[in-house]
């Protein structure tokens, strides 16, 4: 289902609770929510349609993914670059790494590694931060 998005810096900077597979239905609004807006949108946050839970879902081009419980655990090539979110107004000045490896469940409920680099790596680092109440 196609949420409403989360604008109130209140609800968006606190971090987020772990999911668990029975929190897959907001994986799948997370996902509906995506499509909705992929002119102007390539990740979302739970907590970007209210939800204090962590998981995020990000568009990778043709694919659409969704991720509980997102931690990277490596990061390597630092850049600063300019970001926009669909819950702020404008863009702002942050730090990223130009490639991650990150661990996750999907909606099995099976751990998967990924190692992202370039644009994606940015995507996910982005809804990282949502999930710890970091905002850009």
Known sequence: MI????????VLSQPSQPANLQDWPIAQDLLDTLVA??????GLAANMIGINKQIIAISLGPINIAMLNPQITAKEYP???????LSLIGQ???????EITLVYLDQ???QQKLSLHGWAAQIVQHEIDHCHGIII
Do not use: A, L, S, W
């Not at 807006?37 to 390539?42: L, N």
């Not at 850049?79 to 979110?85: A, D, H, I, P, W």
């Not at 702002?92 to 130009?98: E, K, N």
């Open 79 to 85: 850049y600063q670059t300019q970001e926009g979110c």
């Open 92 to 98: 702002r000045t942050t730090r990223r790494y130009q």
């Open 3 to 10: 949420k409403p998005i989360c604008k109130d810096p209140q």
């Open 108 to 110: 099995t409920g099976h």
């Open 37 to 42: 807006h992929q002119k102007e949108c390539v």
